[in-house]
C-alpha cells in the first residue's frame, strides 16, 4: 500500500526559510502526483502545490512566488522549500499523492493517499 513520510517541519522566525521532504513507497502506477496540502487550525486542508512525474507544478495563489515544490527525477520524493515565511504560513503540512490521470496535479484537488503530517511554526 502507498505510505507517505513528511520531514523538515518545525519553527523559522517570520522571513525565514525551512525545506520539508516527502519520502513516499508503494506505488502501482508509474506516475503519481506528489501533493503538499496545509491546515490551518479547525480549517479545511488547502492544497498549495502538486508536481507531476514530468516536473509539472501547480501552486496555489496564496504561496505562489514563495514555496517551490520539486521532486527528485521524477520519482517518489518531493520537497517544498518554502521562502519569505509568514506567520500565516503556520500549519501542519501534509503531503499527499493520486494517480495523475486523476488530475490531482493540475486541481489540487484532495487525492486519496496522505502523510501523517508535520508542524510548521513561523513566528
Known amino acids: 500500500h502507498v505510505q507517505l513520510v513528511e520531514s523538515g517541519g518545525g519553527s523559522a522566525q517570520t522571513g525565514g526559510s525551512l525545506r520539508l521532504s516527502c519520502v513516499g513507497s508503494g506505488f502501482k502506477d508509474d506516475r503519481y502526483c506528489l501533493a503538499w496540502f496545509r491546515q490551518i487550525g479547525g480549517q479545511e486542508r488547502e492544497g498549495i502545490a502538486a508536481?507531476?512525474?514530468?516536473?509539472?507544478?501547480t501552486y496555489a495563489d496564496s504561496i505562489k512566488g514563495r514555496f517551490t515544490i520539486s521532486r527528485d527525477n521524477g520519482g517518489n520524493t518531493a520537497h517544498l522549500q518554502m521562502n519569505s515565511l509568514q506567520a500565516a504560513d503556520t500549519a501542519k503540512y501534509y503531503c499527499?499523492?493520486?494517480?495523475?490521470?486523476?488530475?490531482?496535479?493540475?486541481?489540487?484537488?484532495?487525492?486519496?493517499?496522505w502523510g501523517q503530517g508535520t508542524q510548521v511554526t513561523v513566528s
Open positions: 508536481i507531476d512525474t514530468d516536473g509539472t507544478t
Open positions: 499527499a499523492a493520486g494517480p495523475t490521470r486523476n488530475g490531482y496535479c493540475s486541481t489540487l484537488a484532495r487525492p486519496p493517499y
